[in-house]
Structure formats: C-alpha cells, structure tokens
C-alpha cells in the first residue's frame, strides 16, 4: 500500500469519528432536556415545538403566582 492509501484510511476514520461525536453529542443534550438544535443555523420543526414549550411552560409559572397581600 503506498501513502495515498493510508492518507484515505485516516480521512475516513476521522469522518466517522467526528460523525459518531456529533450523534452523541445530539442525543446527549436530549436525553438532558436540552434544546439539541440550538445550534441550528436554520429553523428545524424540533427548534420551534422545543422554544413553544418553553415559552408555554414560562407563561403558566408566571400565571401561577399567589399574591400574599391581597
């Protein structure tokens, strides 16, 4: 084998590695209720129901609040 082969060996491995860490790193962030396409730089459908719940969850804790004066 000469060094072009073993130049694409090393590129595939490198691919794949950095692949494999990206889909773990995606799952991870799910699996701790992150947001995992917060660094989407276009808008995905998961982006926007993960910001909605959000969002929804924030307006019901506002709205729950009890006025201890009144």
């Known amino acids: 084998m000469n060094w072009q082969n073993w130049v694409v060996i090393i590129l595939v491995i490198l691919?794949?590695?950095e692949v494999?860490?990206?889909i773990?790193?995606?799952f991870r962030r799910a699996e701790d209720n992150d947001n995992p396409c917060a660094n989407c730089a276009s808008g995905c459908e998961l982006k926007d129901m993960m910001e909605k719940k959000q969002k929804k969850c924030k307006d019901k804790a506002t709205k729950s609040k009890k006025?201890?004066?009144g």
């Open 20 to 22: 494999s860490r990206r």
């Open 24 to 26: 773990y790193l995606f």
């Open 67 to 69: 006025n201890c004066c």
């Open 15 to 17: 691919c794949f590695g």
